[in-house]
Every structure is written in C-alpha cells, then in structure tokens.
C-alpha cells in the first residue's frame, strides 16, 4: 500500500499499470501497479457495466498494489455497484490489490495466486510538520485497511492487525483460511 502526498514519490509512479476492459464477457482487468489512470479506467468501466443492469461483473486482478487512494477509490466503487462484482486474482494480490478485493462480492484466487498485506508506507523530503501530517495521516489509513479486511474475514481485527504487521505472504488456500478470499479458482 503506497500513499502520494506532496513530494512523496510512490511505487506507482515507477510501475507500470493496465486496465482492459471486456465488454461482451463485463470483466475489468487490471494488471500492474494500481494509479490514478487504473482508478479512471477502472470506475469509468464499472459504471458502465452497472447501468447495463443487474449482470454480474468480473474483475480480474493481478497486482503488488500501488497507491492507497487509488485503491480506496476502487474499493469504494465496487463496495457501490448495484451489480454483484466477482473478484479473480492470479499471480498476486497484495497490498492496495488485496484491498480491492475486498471490495468484490465473491472473492477468488488462483492456485498459486500469493496474496499478502501490510502496513502502509510512504518517502518524503517534507518539512517536519508536513511528516508528521503525513504519518497521521497513514496510521489513520492503515487502521481503516485493517478494519476493512476484518469486515470479512473470519479472523478477529487484532489479527488482522497482527498478520498486517509482519507484511505477511501466504498462498491462495491459506488467504481462503483466514477469509481474505472465498475461495480457489478450479
């Protein structure tokens, strides 16, 4: 989970990120570092496909993540949809991603798929006062990450906490375990 605040440079800014939209199947892809381009590409596609009816909508997810509004700004959108969202993640599913998942109503990851979260992180050359605006401001955010996953998870919020912590990797069945996903595709 990366943050942009002022001078703070993010993950996001280095990475690449791709949105493919699939009309005729109403799937959203989004492969990569989540941004501001994914979050325009993203919502723009989903408000689509949501006035089109009541058809449930896919969204794919391979990504490490990227910037933290971004991802809220997706989780917010599809915690909105009026149409049932299916999440599918491959290859991985961490930090800001695993979030969005989080957002989907059914929440699938492949086999192999690593899915992992963590506290949040940021750079900065800031004056002191805009760092210490900035740390508030990122301990608020990671509580409320933290709070979204134990929303759905069959964990208590404490280990949620715990796991975030320890920037904890785990594989697709254990995920499923804890109930960061549904379950496994296949």
């Not at 989970?1 to 990475?15: H, I, L, P, R, V």
């Not at 917010?76 to 979030?99: P, V």
């Not at 990851?109 to 900035?134: E, W, Y």
Request: aromatic share 8%.
């Amino acid at each position: 989970m990366k943050t942009q605040k002022g001078n703070m440079k993010t993950e996001a800014e280095s990475s690449s990120s791709y949105v493919t939209v699939i009309e005729r199947l109403r799937e959203i892809a989004i492969f990569g570092s989540v941004s501001d381009e994914t979050v325009c590409n993203v919502i723009t596609a989903l408000r689509q496909f949501d006035t089109k009816g009541k058809k449930n909508i896919g969204l794919i997810v391979s990504s490490s993540g990227g910037d933290e509004g971004s991802g809220w700004a997706i989780y917010d959108a599809l915690r909105l949809a009026r149409s049932k969202i299916i999440g599918q993640c491959f290859g991985e599913c961490m930090s800001i991603a695993a979030l969005i998942l989080q957002g989907c109503d059914t929440r699938l990851l492949s086999p192999n798929c690593r899915f992992m979260i963590h506290d949040g992180t940021f750079a900065t050359s800031a004056a002191l006062t805009q760092v210490k605006n900035a740390v508030e401001e990122e301990v608020f955010l990671t509580q409320k990450y933290y709070e979204a996953f134990a929303e759905r998870t069959t964990i208590s919020l404490a280990k949620v906490i715990e796991l975030g912590r320890k920037e904890t990797f785990m594989s697709a069945d254990k995920a499923v375990e804890f109930g960061f996903a549904d379950g496994v595709l296949g």
